[in-house]
């Protein structure tokens, strides 16, 4: 016999029962003894057989599967919350399909759809950078799939998030700074429209605020925070008619690149102008100078963001209770800040 075409009938056949017998013991039915059980499992595997998951799934309406959509995967801290993620679902019992946005909202759409079109059980996000509303995350509602936010959110009524608190990252970040003597301190945003960056620009408002330093506008510098826009705020600070003495960018990524643009231009980091990060990427400890940053734990993250979508799958009074886990960021210091002592 093929392989592929093994059907409950053969294994029925080869051990002379019933087919709804065979059935009902590869379901683990109670109504099977253990070592009829044991036979047709020991026959199934001999014969090759394979269960058609999809219509079983599609009899349970439960297919066991969590949708994950992510901004990019090569970020590290999105690939440590992914297997915190995996390792979750995989104890639990579920599978996990893992998509990217790439920062662009109509992939991002598009995968969503694909998700609720193949019915997974529930679908974890972090948003991209053109995600500026709601509306399309709306279907997931409007069919029952439970849907949890983590790291980049955008404000939903009644839904969880898991979220590092971005107020207290880009306070202490910027106070940081402020304690090394530094009061120019220019600001790297991402898009306003996200309240990850939204929350690390008030944290920053409310240290310069907290310390009596003017907010100058001129000094917060918005994009998307890839490597090349590092670079270019970086020129533009230098073109100002502003001694800037410090940076606290919004993603390492972007400070990093800031900071090599700026050595190469002879400035001194971090005697001429302070850097400070946020994220904490593996490469941030080994450039030099070091960087400082905000630490985010991502695998820690995805273990919570997980539990909470399984807990809302399984019991559906759960996924109209939302709730929002707000985790602790830690002020990694390293010699890109370290002005004094």
Aim: charge should be neutral; include cysteine; charged fraction near 25%.
């Amino acid at each position: 016999m093929e392989n592929s075409k093994i059907t409950i009938h053969d294994i029925a056949r080869e051990l002379n029962i019933d087919s709804s017998t065979v059935s009902r013991a590869l379901s683990n039915n109670p109504r099977v003894t253990q070592k009829t059980k044991d036979k047709v499992n020991a026959k199934a595997l001999e014969l090759g057989y394979q269960r058609n998951l999809l219509a079983s799934s599609l009899r349970n309406n439960k297919t066991n599967t969590i949708g994950v959509i992510v901004p990019r995967i090569s970020r590290h801290f999105f690939s440590s919350a992914i297997a915190g993620i995996e390792e979750t679902a995989y104890e639990a019992g579920y599978n996990v399909t893992i998509s990217q946005s790439l920062e662009q909202l109509e992939r991002e759409q598009k995968i969503a759809h694909t998700f609720l079109a193949n019915r997974v059980d529930g679908v974890l996000i972090s948003v991209s950078m053109e995600t500026k509303d709601n509306d399309y995350l709306k279907f997931f509602k409007n069919s029952g799939t439970p849907l949890v936010f983590f790291d980049r959110h955008i404000e939903m009524p009644d839904n969880s998030n898991v979220l590092i608190d971005d107020f207290l990252g880009g306070f202490e970040a910027t106070e940081h700074l402020i304690l090394q003597g530094c009061k120019k301190i220019a600001h790297f945003s991402g898009p306003q429209e996200l309240e990850i960056y939204k929350n690390r620009f008030y944290g920053y408002k409310a240290a310069l605020k907290k310390h009596d330093i003017p907010l100058d506008q001129n000094l917060i510098i918005s994009s998307k925070l890839m490597e090349a826009d590092g670079i270019e705020s970086a020129k533009k600070i230098l073109s100002l008619n502003v001694s800037i003495d410090a940076i606290f960018s919004s993603n390492d990524t972007a400070a990093i690149s800031a900071l090599q643009y700026l050595k190469e231009q002879g400035i001194r980091i971090p005697k001429d102008i302070a850097i400070v990060g946020f994220s904490n990427e593996p490469i941030s400890s080994v450039i030099e100078p070091s960087l400082t940053t905000i630490d985010q734990p991502g695998f820690e993250m995805g273990k919570i963001a997980t539990n909470l979508l399984l807990k809302q799958i399984k019991d559906k009074q759960v996924h109209n209770s939302p709730e929002t886990i707000i985790l602790k960021p830690i002020l990694i210091k390293r010699n890109s800040s370290k002005r004094l002592g």
